[in-house]
């Protein structure tokens, strides 16, 4: 695992109709390896891979379609020797994910399901625990204090950690994800709150953490930038304070941009010495 001063870049690749950023783009499997490799390529560690979209406005996606969708690109990654990440809550869908060799596994939804815990425990793949106010399902907007979230993030991975170690998965497998902009709250002082705490949280839980804030709906509101394509200076800003702050894997749309940023901030942090 990486330590915070040099998070690993953990590039997003949306396969899917509807996702808030860029839902459509990357659909055709060419497109999406296309899109992948430039990730590689502007610094990205490990290439995650969505196939359905978690966002409020979101359509189901079956599992069969998911893995459709998933397959070609995993193998094309896998043969460039590319880190892989598979995002998705669906039980089926990462079974079929850990036989096709996904060294890491995201659930939005923390991995609340025990059935898939004997599969979960006989693999080797990091686990993404994500915490969200949602519970299970997709994104919706919750209005909850900052106070309040915070509370509830320390309790789900109070509760969740132990049950997963339970299940025989082991501790160093586990990465932990507070959560951002709307798998929080809609109010943005919310996000903001968990990102000043990140430290906080390594200090409790003694896991990595990643912080995925690229293009999220609390840095809309926070600079009145609708349109997703013009969140890049506030996602790097943002980005920035979680990797001095505690992030060991930082999960973004554009990791060239991220990468010469933490260049440059380093090389001053050097020049001042």
Same mark, same amino acid.
């Given at each position: 695992?990486?330590?915070?001063?040099?998070?690993?870049?953990?590039?997003?690749?949306?396969?899917?109709?509807?996702?808030?950023?860029?839902?459509?783009?990357?659909?055709?499997?060419?497109?999406?390896?296309?899109?992948?490799?430039?990730?590689?390529?502007?610094?990205?560690?490990?290439?995650?891979?969505?196939?359905?979209?978690?966002?409020?406005?979101?359509?189901?996606?079956?599992?069969?379609?998911?893995?459709?969708?998933?397959?070609?690109?995993?193998?094309?990654?896998?043969?460039?020797?590319?880190?892989?990440?598979?995002?998705? %809550?669906?039980?089926?869908?990462?079974?079929?994910?850990?036989?096709?060799?996904?060294?890491?596994?995201?659930?939005?939804?923390? @991995?609340?399901?025990?059935?898939?815990?004997?599969?979960?425990?006989?693999?080797?793949?990091?686990?993404?625990?994500?915490?969200?106010?949602?519970?299970?399902?997709?994104?919706?907007?919750?209005?909850?204090?900052?106070?309040?979230?915070?509370?509830?993030?320390?309790?789900? %991975?109070?509760?969740?950690?132990?049950?997963?170690?339970?299940?025989?998965?082991?501790?160093?497998?586990?990465?932990?994800?507070?959560?951002?902009?709307? @798998?929080?709250?809609?109010?943005?002082?919310?996000?903001?709150?968990?990102?000043?705490?990140?430290?906080?949280?390594?200090?409790? @839980?003694?896991?990595?953490?990643?912080?995925?804030?690229?293009?999220?709906? @609390?840095?809309?509101?926070?600079?009145?930038?609708?349109?997703?394509?013009?969140?890049?200076?506030?996602?790097?800003?943002?980005?920035?304070?979680?990797?001095?702050?505690?992030?060991?894997?930082?999960?973004?749309?554009?990791?060239?941009?991220?990468?010469?940023?933490?260049?440059?901030?380093?090389?001053?942090?050097?020049?001042?010495?």
């Amino acid at each position: 695992m990486s330590s915070s001063a040099h998070p690993r870049l953990v590039g997003i690749v949306n396969i899917t109709e509807d996702s808030f950023s860029d839902g459509g783009r990357y659909l055709d499997p060419a497109a999406a390896l296309v899109q992948a490799r430039q990730l590689v390529a502007g610094g990205a560690d490990i290439v995650e891979l969505g196939a359905a979209a978690s966002n409020v406005a979101a359509k189901a996606v079956t599992t069969e379609e998911e893995i459709r969708r998933l397959d070609p690109i995993i193998a094309a990654l896998k043969s460039d020797g590319v880190p892989v990440s598979i995002d998705t %809550f669906q039980p089926e869908t990462q079974r079929f994910a850990l036989t096709r060799g996904a060294e890491y596994l995201n659930d939005i939804q923390g @991995f609340p399901d025990p059935a898939i815990y004997p599969d979960l425990a006989a693999a080797s793949c990091h686990l993404i625990v994500m915490h969200a106010v949602q519970g299970r399902g997709r994104a919706r907007s919750v209005d909850l204090s900052p106070d309040e979230v915070w509370r509830r993030v320390e309790s789900f %991975f109070a509760e969740r950690i132990p049950r997963l170690e339970r299940a025989g998965i082991a501790r160093e497998r586990l990465i932990l994800d507070p959560g951002m902009g709307l @798998f929080l709250s809609s109010r943005p002082e919310a996000s903001l709150r968990v990102l000043a705490g990140l430290q906080q949280l390594k200090k409790a @839980f003694g896991l990595p953490m990643l912080v995925s804030v690229s293009r999220k709906s @609390f840095l809309a509101r926070l600079t009145g930038h609708q349109n997703p394509a013009e969140l890049g200076p506030a996602t790097l800003a943002a980005e920035l304070y979680a990797a001095r702050h505690g992030a060991d894997f930082i999960r973004t749309h554009d990791p060239a941009a991220f990468r010469d940023a933490l260049i440059v901030t380093r090389a001053l942090a050097d020049a001042g010495r």
